[in-house]
T-cell receptor, first 114, second 112 residues
Framework: EAGVTQFPSHSVIEKGQTVTLRCDPI?????LYWYRRVMGKEIKFLLH????????ESGMPNNRFLAERTGGTYSTLKVQPAELEDSGVYFC????????????FGPGTRLTVL | GNSVTQMEGPVTLSEEAFLTINCTYT??????LFWYVQYPGEGLQLLLK?????DKGSNKGFEATYRKETTSFHLEKGSVQVSDSAVYFC???????????FGGGTRLMVKP
């Protein structure tokens, strides 16, 4: 069974540009989460989808970040326009239906904003 | 709000040494506690977990005991191997939201 995949693995962009990160969860997983780790600090929650609906987006830092989950399958996280402080590693995780199932993580996308 | 504090690294040990990585948490009620590990180039993997006070999680020789009285969940291993070199994250989960709250991560380097 394929795990959670993320694309790209690395992205280097200039301040003011737009970047879109993609996450493909494990097939059949209704829950999808985005987290990020900035500057080697703690990993912080961004948002949680249940199927195509945003269940909790309390961790989204500002309106430059837009997350979507088309048809309840893959998800994208767009940053527009990117700022220097957005640099970090963005992780995606998925889990089966129900609130307490194990979250399986992808390898992350390393974003560098110059 | 909820928070997790873990010892800063890097922690450098020789093979077969004893490992302790400290983790304490702040949360109301009874969160579930986790240790995740990230090997180079890979995503986070669940290493072990404990869901109630005095529970002991264990996996691959690693252990951690949920201590409510000290709000701690320290990770231990009796004899580390070079292959244990990775970044270890302590985390908690509380509430129906199911989101994880992580500590800052501790890099472990084991030398032969």
């Amino acid at each position: 069974e394929a795990g959670v995949t993320q694309f790209p693995s690395h992205s280097v962009i200039e301040k003011g540009q737009t970047v879109t990160l993609r996450c493909d969860p494990i097939s059949g997983h209704d829950n999808l989460y985005w987290y990020r780790r900035v500057m080697g600090k703690e990993i912080k929650f961004l948002l949680h989808f249940v199927k195509e609906s945003k269940q909790d987006e309390s961790g989204m830092p500002n309106n430059r970040f837009l997350a979507e989950r088309t048809g309840g399958t893959y998800s994208t996280l767009k940053v527009q326009p990117a700022e220097l402080e957005d640099s970090g590693v963005y992780f995606c995780a998925s889990s089966q239906g129900g609130p307490y199932n194990e979250q399986f993580f992808g390898p992350g996308t390393r974003l560098t904003v110059l | 709000g909820n928070s997790v504090t873990q010892m800063e690294g890097p922690v450098t040990l020789s093979e077969e040494a004893f490992l302790t990585i400290n983790c304490t948490y702040t949360a109301t009620g009874y969160p579930s506690l986790f240790w995740y590990v990230q090997y180079p180039g890979e995503g986070l993997q669940l290493l072990l977990k404990a869901t109630k006070a005095d529970d002991k999680g264990s996996n691959k020789g690693f252990e951690a005991t949920y201590r409510k009285e000290t709000t701690s969940f320290h990770l231990e291993k009796g004899s580390v191997q070079v292959s244990d070199s990775a970044v270890y994250f302590c985390a908690l989960r509380k509430g129906a939201g199911n989101m994880l709250t992580f500590g800052g991560g501790t890099r472990l380097m084991v030398k032969p």
